[in-house]
């Protein structure tokens, strides 16, 4: 399972949902396939080779200012990956704090400040367990690394 909480103009702090009804292998198809619907006036998603670098289409929808969790629980652990773009608006800030509490249960490692390198995806990562509030971890770590947009 994956989710996107949209930046653009039209549908900032929508929660897209992503994989349950689906028969994808990795993230990286759903996302792929999400960004070339949702983008289709965008080149490139779907040329992604996601086999070599499974986030580069994470990274790319980061840059059109969206935030993504995956899933990547295992049989004994629950356990996901926060990815935030370099902005977010308080509309998928309120998004991202209320979608916090469907994971309440989760270890979760939050990337930020992403970039590439080497035609790999690479970024600031902090580690956060599930006794730890997520709400406050965002406001006191990360969002003084990502600049809010307030319009």
Known sequence: ????????????????????????????????????????????????????????????????????????????????VLYLPKEISKKQLEALYGFALSVLDFDISVVYDMCRIDEMTVGEVFELDKQENLKEKLDDYVLKKVRLKYE
Do not use: W
């Not at 949902?17 to 779907?46: M, P, R, V």
């Open 1 to 80: 399972m994956a989710i996107v909480i949209n930046g653009g103009a039209n549908d900032d702090g929508k929660i897209n949902y992503l994989g349950y009804l689906f028969n994808y292998s990795y993230h990286a198809q759903c996302l792929i396939d999400y960004a070339t619907k949702k983008y289709s006036n965008i080149e490139g998603f779907n040329d992604l080779n996601y086999m070599e670098d499974p986030n580069a289409p994470i990274y790319y929808l980061s840059l059109l200012n969206n935030i993504i969790f995956t899933n990547v629980s295992s049989d004994n652990e629950k356990r996901g």
